[in-house]
């Protein structure tokens, strides 16, 4: 059947995005991003584009990752790191043990013996304002060894992207996409909840 209704794009000035400014007043959204080890300065970037996108409230940079400010960063942050809070820790297992310290529940994108599918995962909401709810921090691991064994030794769990294809991984920057969009759909933040980004 064929669409007889006309569609358009949306110009950006329609979208109703916040701005940076605004973007770090907006209440805690329970998630934070630790990368580890990412040796590719554009997966770096992209992971800020992408944090943005779904609202996360800092990004933990660990070990050889690059960091802001650099210009090859932004040529796929488009300008993210600047709205994204970030910070540096020389090793992972000592950003992720100070997240569990804070109350993080802490989970490696990994393939492991007790991975959780992600397709079968509901994460719990969290709420700002009451402090009630779970606290998220989603460790993503170097494109070539992954997360590294000692900081899935510290995590709660693990959770694992279903595949059915001949190749044993996805990208890391795509990880981060799908991981967040499912935590996004499944557990929404405040003011998640309009298709253009403005509820």
């Not at 950003?95 to 993080?104: F, I, T, W």
């Not at 959770?159 to 967040?180: C, D, R, W, Y």
Request: overall charge negative.
């Amino acid at each position: 059947m064929q669409n007889t209704v006309k569609d358009r794009k949306l110009l950006n000035i329609e979208l109703g995005r916040v701005t940076p400014e605004e973007y770090r007043m907006l209440p805690e959204s329970g998630r934070v991003v630790v990368l580890d080890n990412i040796r590719s300065v554009y997966n770096v970037g992209s992971a800020f584009r992408t944090c943005d996108a779904f609202r996360v409230d800092k990004i933990y940079l660990c070990g050889i990752c690059a960091l802001p400010p650099s210009a090859e960063i932004r040529k796929t942050a488009l300008g993210a790191e600047e709205s994204v809070a970030w910070e540096h820790y020389e090793d992972t297992l000592s950003a992720v043990r100070e997240l569990r310290s804070q109350g993080y529940t802490v989970v490696s994108v990994e393939q492991t013996v007790h991975s959780v599918p992600l397709d079968t995962f509901r994460p719990d909401s969290w709420d700002s304002s009451r402090g009630t709810g779970k606290k998220y921090a989603l460790v993503f691991g170097n494109e070539v060894d992954g997360v590294g064994q000692e900081v899935v030794d510290a995590s709660d769990f693990s959770l694992e992207i279903p595949q059915f294809g001949t190749k044993h991984s996805l990208n890391v920057a795509v990880s981060i996409g799908v991981v967040l969009w499912h935590f996004s759909a499944n557990a929404p933040a405040k003011q998640e909840n309009h298709p253009h980004g403005n509820g």
